[in-house]
C-alpha cells in the first residue's frame, strides 16, 4: 500500500501540478481496491486505487457513463489511468443508505432506490455486458460448500450431501435463466448507495455489472446482507416496484405472486452465494468484518427452503449439518 501511495501522489502531481491536497482514508471494500479522498480549494473527489493485475478500471469508467448517460447519479470519471489503476472520481459524500434504512424514514429511502433502480433497468442498456449464464450462477452457489461448510466450518460432505447440493443448485439455476434479462448491477445494497441530493440515490461499485436476472438487484436491496427489512415492509417494497415497474413498461410478472416466488428464489442463490464469499474473505483475505452478517444471510436462506417443496431438501440438509449453529458457534 505504501508503493501505491507514493504512485497515486506522483499521478496527482501530474495531473494537478503545483496546487496543494490533502488525501484520507475514504474506504476500502471486499476486493483489491482502495479509495482516497482528496480535498482541494474547498471541494473534495475520491481517487480509486484498483491495481493491476489484480483489478481493471476500466469496466468502470464504461459502466459510470452508461449509468450517467441514463440520468442516474453516479461517480464522474474525472481523470483515468487504467494503465496504471488509477482513477479520480467526483464524491458523492460520505452517508451510506444504511444510516437511514432503518430509521423513522426508511420507506422514503426504500422507495427513491426502488426508482433508481427501475430507472436502471428500464433506461441502461445490457448489450456487450457478460451473461449471468449457467457457469457463472453455478460457480457462486458452488462458494458455499467449498468455503462456508467445507473451509469454515470444516464439514466433510457425503455423497448424499453433495447430492441435494447439485440438485437444489440446478434447480435454482433454472429459475434465475427463466427470468427477463435487464442490466444487472450485482451489488444493489445499502451500502453502495450514497445519500445524494434530494434523496436521489449515489450509485457506486457497478464495475461488474452483467446482464441478468430481472430479480437479482431487488434481492440485493430488500434481502441485504447488512439490514434486515421485517417481511411487511418487504411486502409494501415488493409491490411499490411491482407498480413502478410495470409502469416503466419492464417485463415483470403480472401476477405478484410469481414475482415473490422469482424474488424468494433468486434470493436463494444470491444467499448461497453471499455466505460463500463472506467465508471466503476471512479464510483467504483476512476480513474479519463480515463474519457477523453470515447468519443473517443464512436467516433468509433457511426460510426460503422452508417456503418451496423443491427446497424443502436443502433446508433438511442445513438443519442436520446444523449450519447455523455452526456459524454462531464460531462467530462467538
Not at 83 to 106: I, M, N, T
Not at 283 to 294: N, Q, V
Request: charged fraction near 25%; hydrophobic fraction near 45%.
Amino acid at each position: 500500500m505504501a508503493l501505491r501511495l507514493q504512485l497515486i501522489r506522483r499521478w496527482l502531481n501530474e495531473y494537478l501540478g503545483d496546487q496543494d491536497y490533502r488525501l484520507e482514508v475514504a474506504s476500502d471494500d471486499a476486493s483489491f481496491r482502495h479509495y482516497l479522498r482528496l480535498h482541494r480549494d474547498g471541494q473534495s473527489f475520491i481517487v480509486m486505487d484498483a491495481p493491476p493485475p489484480q483489478e481493471d478500471c476500466a469496466p468502470f469508467v464504461e459502466i459510470a457513463g452508461r449509468l450517467r448517460d441514463a440520468g442516474l447519479e453516479a461517480p464522474e470519471v474525472l481523470h483515468a489511468d487504467i494503465p496504471r489503476g488509477l482513477l479520480l472520481l467526483s464524491d458523492l459524500g460520505e452517508r451510506h443508505f444504511s444510516e437511514v434504512l432503518e430509521g423513522d424514514y426508511g420507506d422514503t429511502y426504500y422507495d427513491a432506490a426502488i426508482a433508481a433502480l427501475v430507472q436502471m433497468q428500464s433506461r441502461v442498456s445490457d448489450a456487450g455486458l457478460p451473461p449471468y449464464d449457467r457457469g457463472r450462477l453455478r460457480a457462486e452457489m458452488a462458494l458455499f460448500p467449498e468455503w462456508l461448510l467445507t473451509v469454515h466450518l470444516g464439514l466433510v460432505l457425503n455423497a448424499d450431501a453433495r447430492q441435494v447440493l447439485d440438485e437444489a443448485f440446478f434447480f435454482l439455476e433454472e429459475a434465475a435463466l427463466k427470468q427477463a434479462r435487464v442490466f444487472v448491477h450485482r451489488d444493489y445494497h445499502c451500502r453502495n448507495l450514497m445519500l445524494g441530493s434530494a434523496g436521489v440515490p449515489g450509485i457506486l461499485d457497478f464495475q461488474d455489472a452483467v446482464s441478468g436476472p430481472l430479480c437479482y438487484d431487488l434481492v440485493s436491496l430488500l434481502r441485504d446482507a447488512y439490514i434486515y427489512l421485517p417481511e411487511e415492509r418487504l411486502d409494501r417494497c415488493l409491490a411499490h416496484y411491482h407498480a413502478t415497474a410495470c409502469a416503466a413498461g419492464l417485463p415483470v410478472p403480472v401476477a405478484r405472486e410469481q414475482l415473490r416466488r422469482s424474488f424468494d428464489l433468486m434470493g436463494a442463490q444470491r444467499h448461497l452465494k453471499v455466505a460463500g464469499i463472506f467465508a471466503r474473505l476471512y479464510h483467504r483475505d483476512g476480513k474479519a468484518r463480515y463474519l457477523k452478517d453470515i447468519p443473517r444471510v443464512l436467516t433468509y436462506l433457511v426460510a426460503v427452503c422452508g417456503v418451496y417443496d423443491e427446497l424443502h431438501a436443502l433446508g433438511v440438509l442445513l438443519q442436520r449439518l446444523a449450519v447455523c449453529e455452526r456459524v454462531e458457534e464460531f462467530r462467538a
